[in-house]
């Protein structure tokens, strides 16, 4: 096979071992009884081993840059580089939040207009660039929905409803908002709308949904299940994770959701940086426009200012206004694409996913109906049979350059893989990637049990380092 | 034939309409918003909206209050720039992604060598959010309901902290600051440390650029009332001052954009999130831990994940999963190019900056440089003989970004106005300001 890929190798070399010797501060303009005594343990080395150090690092990991990265739920396309080009100029960096407002006009042009085409492509009223990531979205949803129960004398509503495929921030933003968590089974994949009904009362806040839902499937029942909450007072949030697959289609404002977040680093292409920044804006419905955090950005004429005369608002999620330089290339990229732009990428993002599924039912395992949106997930229980899991498939895909899809993620399928393949992959590498499973699904499972060889390490003990944890250099040298 | 009519032939289908079917009709609907342009043309369209920015470098600049302007090596936006890293999702496989684990351990233990704390996460959104989730976290680990809070935070922080606590049962309750050096007044926390306490916040520099000595009063407050400290600091001053570990911190928050990130209107920048030892597993957020491959490599992976949301779902710490990693890469790699000694000199270089400055300061009428009686590192307040608007806007004037004005967010202080510097700052910007500041009271 021609896929066999070689991650580069560096044994050990860490940077932080080689500080120097134990240090005074000489010359410290602070007086004695608050200065620092020992110089914190940092390494004072040459900027080029300092380069090649992060060289090494950079080639022992992987990005969509690499190859196919079909992680389920985390929408991983590739990023194209002019918006790294355009974020990389100083009218992006080398302005300061508390600039007077004629020196940014720029900025509050790009995030009105951002604010304007996202609540668009949304069918919400009003849109806030505030929040820095999803799960801040979810949150700054749930403040929104506390703070406008508590305006109409409604604060006894503590219960917020969700389907068991949700993903994890959403039960985990419900918790932190003090709010009580009400579960409901899913019928067939999708939400029980008898069971839906009966969790459903005067104590219902809002419920929670991504549509396509986790599973790839469109909820059909979308229309019943807003009439439902919305009959008994409560508020409907739409998790965007799951936004890729349904631009230029459907919008979560036509299916009567309330409120809304956008996963600019998913649907919207600004890369994820190994775990973030990302952005997560929040759209609302007309009534709920003035409940948004301050400041959004308004056009009074022609001229575009900071509002903070909200009626309601719940005031900050977050220091200043939002990640403004990721905020600056989802909005290049949208500029980019258009509405046909847009609408194509959903068109090809469905049709990439429903391929690769119907490429690897015969080799996996496929609960629920056919037709998924932009993924599916599979269940990996025919590995059984050969003693193996779905970790030791994912691991194993790794040593032929693909990224592991999503695993064991929605709980209610067995040994899942969630796949989510993305418009920017051609069929050529569907394919291989097929071939691959199917390849690895005849390879000697012992062999595939010890699976990574080609990565940078074998097979990482995840465990171990639970049980005995070193999170610092620190905590290592005091072993 | 296309690939797109290849692959609807393996589905059996003639349009890819076709696989949206399960959309209900009266759902559906377009995007009404422009067709899209050839990149050429986007880039060209966006520039031309950015050209209506002025840059920082077109002004003497001394805005602070939580973001500064420092320089940047070149070989750390090199980095950065490796699409290695940025094209990467989240380290879930650890066997591919040793890079940005390594990278990211490094960073927190870059960050525990200058707090003086044994963990820290990978980053949490920024400032205002690590703390707030500092606050939560005291709520898991502490016992009483009462959190103290100094009256002199910056007013962002203070709005996201009460939205944070919309869900639960802990109070706040503010302190008082020392009218004439901006501590916190220590009479005031002393008395207000009840036996409902949950833990107090100090913050040092504070928002009106103060910073506290006589640090080891809150060891002892906090051992009697057995409450939880939280610290809050800025990272750059700490090669310099005792780490927040020798007041007896429990958690340390603060931001590491000043180590490596630029300015960018406020983000995205790095929540700085550090513990001891003993609250680890009460932590919120991604933290890599060092273990070993099965040939007994060194290696690295995220780990305690059973606090986070993805495995523990409502059970969770705190429902954060994507955070500011790269931004954490960009500070560490700012730290190692810069080196221990060189991050020492930045600090050094911007102590005597803004003392000089403020000597300057205190030297025309009607000034007073600083405001408090109170040591300082970088950043100051200034009482203004005239409206402090004024100073601002008469600054704009001559191209000077005098600073933000502070007595309309805090009712107690006469007029004034907070000024930062930074190794950025040149002797004419220095220039430039005083002779903006002896126009405004001749």
Known sequence: ?479 | MDEEKEMLEYLGLDEVEELFRDIPSEVRDDIDIDEGKTEMETIKYVKDILSKNRSLDEFSNFLGAGIYRHYIPSAVKEIVGRSEFYTSYTPYQAEISQGMLQALFEYQSLICELTGMDAANTSMYDYPTAFAEAVLMAGRVGRGKEFLVPENIHWEKLEVLNNYLRGSDIKIKTVDYDEKTGKIDKDDLQEKLTDDNLGFYVESPNIFGVIEDDTSVFEDLKTDSKSIMIAGTSPLSLTLLEPPSEWGADIVVGDSQSLGIPPSFGGPTVGIFACKKRHLRRMPGRMIGETEDSDGNTAYCMTLQTREQHIRRERATSNICTNQSLMALASACYMFVKGGKGLEEVAKTNYEKAHKLAGKIDKIEGFSAPYFNSLYFNEFTVETPIDSEEVISKGIENNVLAGITLDDKFEKLDSSVLLSVTEMNDESDIDTLIETLEEVVQ
């Open chain 1, 1 to 479: 096979m021609s896929h066999i890929y070689r991650q580069a190798k560096y044994p050990n070399h860490p940077l932080m071992e080689k500080h120097a010797e134990e240090r005074k501060i000489e010359n410290n303009p602070f007086p004695e009884s608050i200065a620092r005594k020992e110089a914190p343990k940092i390494p004072d080395i040459p900027e080029h081993e300092v380069v090649r150090h992060f060289n090494r690092l950079s080639q022992m990991n992987f990005g969509i840059d690499n190859g196919l990265y079909p992680l389920g739920s985390c929408t991983m396309k590739y990023n194209p580089k002019y918006t790294e080009d355009l974020a990389a100029s100083e009218e992006v960096n080398d302005i300061h939040p508390y600039m007077h407002e004629d020196f940014i006009k720029g900025t509050l042009q790009i995030m009105y207009e951002l604010q304007e085409m996202l609540a668009e492509i949304g069918g919400m009223h009003s849109v806030t660039l505030q929040p820095a990531a999803g799960a801040q979205g979810e949150l700054t949803g749930l403040m929104i929905i506390d703070e406008y129960h508590k305006k109409n004398g409604e604060s006894h509503r503590n219960e917020v409803i969700l389907p068991d495929t949700a993903h994890g921030t959403n039960p985990a933003t419900v918790s932190m908002l003090g709010y009580k968590l009400v579960e409901i089974p899913s019928k067939d994949g999708c939400v029980d709308l008898e069971a839906l009904e009966e969790a459903a009362n005067e104590n219902t806040a809002g419920f929670m949904l991504t549509n396509p839902n986790t599973l790839g499937l469109f909820e059909e029942g979308v229309i019943e299940i807003a009439e439902i909450i919305h009959d008994v007072g409560g508020l409907l949030y739409y998790d965007g994770a799951n936004l890729n697959a349904i631009m230029g289609k459907t919008k979560p404002g036509k299916m009567n959701f309330d409120i809304m977040h956008f996963n600019l680093h998913k649907t919207f292409s600004t890369p994820h940086g190994g775990g973030g920044p990302g952005a997560g804006p929040v759209g609302v419905t007309e009534e709920l426009s003035s409940y948004l955090p301050v400041p959004i950005v308004k056009k009074e004429e022609e001229k575009y200012c900071l509002d903070y005369d909200l009626e309601n608002t719940i005031g900050r999620v977050k220091g200043f206004y939002g990640n403004w330089s990721v905020l600056l290339k989802a909005y290049s990229y949208i500029i980019r694409e258009g509405c046909d732009g847009l609408t194509d990428i959903s068109e090809r993002a469905v049709l990439n996913s429903n391929y690769l599924k119907a490429r690897l039912e015969g080799t996996l395992d496929l609960p629920y109906r056919s037709l998924r949106k932009h993924e599916f997930v599979m269940s990996g229980n025919p590995l059984n049979e050969k003693g193996l899991k779905t970790v030791d498939l994912a691991k194993r895909l790794l040593d032929y350059g693909f990224h592991a899809p999503t695993v064991y993620f929605p709980l209610i399928v067995d040994e899942a893989l969630m796949i989510e393949p993305t418009e920017t992959e051609r069929k050529e590498t569907l394919d291989d990637f097929a071939e691959i499973i199917e390849e690895i699904m005849s390879e000697d499972p012992k062999m595939v049990k010890g699976a990574p060889y080609n990565t940078a390490v074998g097979r990482v003990d995840e465990t171990k380092a639970a049980r005995k944890p070193i999170i610092s250099f620190r905590m290592k040298e005091e072993r």
